[in-house]
């Protein structure tokens, strides 16, 4: 066995972790702001401009997340019954990699934008995706986290 009994839910499934969680977060980013400006009206323009400066970015940003938010939302509801969304999640990893390599691309083509000039919230988002890359890639126990338990 190579992780302890904790780490698997109730259901025999391997549970995401912490740094998993907390780069999916970082790659739904647009869904949080999207929902938090729906909560405040007062000051959603203020603040779409400010963290979405660029008109298009903001849907663009919620079309990237939308695969990762699936995938975190479907984590949840996986059961050995289930068979169809334990296939369909077997592709997670390849899809949370493809995910982040897009939001590279984009945050790159934003720095493009605005001739290379510097932004803590562009540095930022870059620093982390280049560390939740480099987790995703090296992180055997996140590969196993999309893996199907053989469960009888």
Not at 127 to 149: A, C, H, I, Y
């Amino acid at each position: 066995m190579r992780y302890t009994i904790e780490d698997y839910d109730t259901n025999g499934f391997l549970k995401p972790t912490l740094w998993l969680w907390l780069g999916w977060i970082l790659l739904a980013k647009a869904w949080i702001v999207f929902i938090v400006a729906s909560a405040s009206r007062d000051l959603s323009v203020k603040l779409l401009t400010l963290i979405y400066p660029i008109n298009n970015s903001l849907y663009v940003g919620l079309l990237v997340g939308l695969p990762v938010v699936m995938i975190a939302w479907s984590m949840g509801l996986r059961k050995p019954e289930r068979k169809w969304l334990s296939t369909l999640l077997s592709k997670g990893w390849q899809l949370t990699v493809l995910s982040v390599m897009v939001q590279f691309g984009l945050t790159l083509y934003h720095l493009s934008l605005t001739y290379w000039a510097f932004n803590c919230s562009d540095a930022l988002t870059l620093l982390g995706l280049m560390w939740f890359l480099l987790f995703l890639l090296q992180s055997s126990r996140t590969k196993d986290t999309f893996r199907t338990p053989n469960i009888k």
